[in-house]
T-cell receptor, first 112, second 114 residues
């Protein structure tokens, strides 16, 4: 089947704290896992992605981890800032192709 | 360089009418994707093209929806006999090729069926 579950649906943190968003996927053939940030009324913006041949990838304050055995992947944001407030979506590709299956989204609120 | 563009940005139509939504991908990108997004939901896959051909159209909800990409660049999503349930933001994305490549989204077309 094609399914990506994302948790939590909402997340509120204090500025400077860390935020973690978790996703699970069902297609064992998935090998590409992007994360998108979407501000209200704007397009989804790719912030980081990971391919199945690595377990972790980091870009400044953002990191993603992948556990293929458990079919889990997570987004970690450190030293959060108010401008990190947005809806974050995880996704997994279907059957090693271009079709992306998205999670339901996490609304992150960073309070100053 | 220029990103993915979509026109119109907003479209209001009456139930039963026909609409066309246009997507201009990033120059040189061979793969083009259509998704739609309802309020509070993640994007939902509709169809994607590799070049001129539809590589996967498994997300088209029914035969009222059709998409073309005749020259391997611009794509048009066509919806016949629109229904109120078709109201959503229709997003287009492009990538250098299909598979393990980043997909970059356009701003979307907000379709409202009254």
């Amino acid at each position: 089947g094609e399914n990506v579950e994302q948790h939590p649906s909402t997340l509120s943190v204090q500025e400077g704290d860390s935020a973690v968003i978790k996703c699970t996927y069902s297609d064992s053939a998935s090998n590409y896992f992007p994360w998108y940030k979407q501000e209200l009324g704007k397009r989804p913006q790719l912030i980081i992605d990971i391919r199945s041949n690595v377990g972790e990838k980091k870009d400044q304050r953002i990191a993603v981890t992948l556990n293929k055995t458990a079919k889990h992947f997570s987004l970690h944001i450190t030293e959060t800032q108010p401008e990190d407030s947005a809806v974050y979506f995880c996704a997994a590709n279907y059957n090693q192709g271009g079709k992306l299956i998205f999670g339901q989204g996490t609304e992150l609120s960073v309070k100053p | 360089g220029a990103g993915v563009s979509q026109t119109p940005s907003n479209k209001v139509t009456e139930k039963g009418k026909y609409v066309e939504l246009r997507c201009d991908p990033i120059s040189g990108h061979t793969a083009l994707y259509w998704y739609r997004q309802s309020l509070g939901q993640g994007p939902e896959f509709l169809i994607y093209f590799q070049g001129t051909g539809a590589a996967d159209d498994s997300g088209l909800p029914n035969d009222r929806f059709f998409a073309v990409r005749p020259e391997g660049s611009v794509s048009t999503l066509k919806i016949q006999r629109t229904e109120r349930g078709d109201s959503a933001v229709y997003l287009c994305a492009s990538s250098p090729s299909q598979g393990l490549y980043e997909q970059y989204f356009g701003p979307g077309t907000r379709l409202t069926v009254t």
